[in-house]
């Protein structure tokens, strides 16, 4: 089944570590998204990728890094310069399309919690 | 600024209820999706439309472009239907509404 797969479900990290979530689909798309969620808030937007080593930043990219050497993969780096890390993090991807008209597909999220 | 507010934030149905859940955008939208998220937080997307009514089984999603408002009904509501529903536009970018969390009671 095609999807998109995030790992770890759950991480805890000590304060002044950095930590990799993990994004991987099987969907051949293109575009690829971090969003960091947090409570009474909707997603906000920290990194997006329309191809393959190309990527802007989003809203709230400070403290965050990303890459994308591969179609499939989208992993986002939580540094120790993120100055509030603790929350849920989602990874998704678009089908194709002109503007913003794709399909989102969403991976079960990844829950961070600083210690 | 909110470029997507849903209405209500929290909702408590009992089964059977028909159940609605409002989208108020501020911006131009090329597309809206409305989205569920369960509690072990993955997101599956229900509809994506730009125009008119989609329906997907007990789920009809309206929109009226003119307004910039969308509404989200549920038919025959059940327990599983449990879940936070969330509104998304697609404009120059997507913009995300806090969410609506549905509870139904048996």
């Known amino acids: 089944d095609g999807g998109i797969t995030q790992s770890p479900k759950y991480l805890f990290r000590k304060e002044g570590q950095n930590v990799t979530l993990s994004c991987e689909q099987n969907?051949?798309?293109?575009?690829m998204y971090w969003y960091r969620q947090d409570p009474g808030q909707g997603l906000r937007l920290i990194y997006y990728?329309?191809?393959?080593?190309?990527?802007q930043k989003g809203d709230i990219a400070e403290g965050y890094s990303v890459s994308r050497e591969k179609k499939e993969s989208f992993p986002l780096t939580v540094t120790s310069a993120q100055k509030n890390p603790t929350a849920f993090y989602l990874c998704?991807?678009?089908?194709?399309?002109?503007?913003?008209?794709?399909?989102?597909?969403f991976g079960e999220g990844s829950r961070l919690t600083v210690l | 600024k909110n470029e997507v507010e849903q209405s209500p934030q929290n909702l408590t149905a009992q089964e059977g209820e028909f159940i609605t859940i409002n989208c108020s955008y501020s911006v131009g939208i090329s597309a809206l999706h409305w989205l569920q998220q369960h509690p072990g937080g993955g997101i599956v997307s229900l509809f994506m439309?730009?125009?008119g009514k989609k329906k997907h089984g007990r789920l009809i999603a309206t929109i009226n472009i003119q307004e910039k408002h969308s509404s989200l009904h549920i038919t025959a509501s059940h327990p599983r239907d449990s879940a936070v529903y969330i509104c998304?536009?697609?404009?120059?970018?997507?913009?995300f509404g806090t969410g609506t969390s549905l509870t139904v009671i048996p």
């Open positions: 439309l730009s125009s």
């Open positions: 969907l051949n798309h293109d575009a």
């Open positions: 990728s329309q191809i393959v080593n190309d990527f």
């Open positions: 998704a991807s678009k089908t194709p399309s002109t503007g913003n008209t794709g399909e989102l597909f």
């Open positions: 998304a536009v697609a404009g120059n970018q997507f913009y």
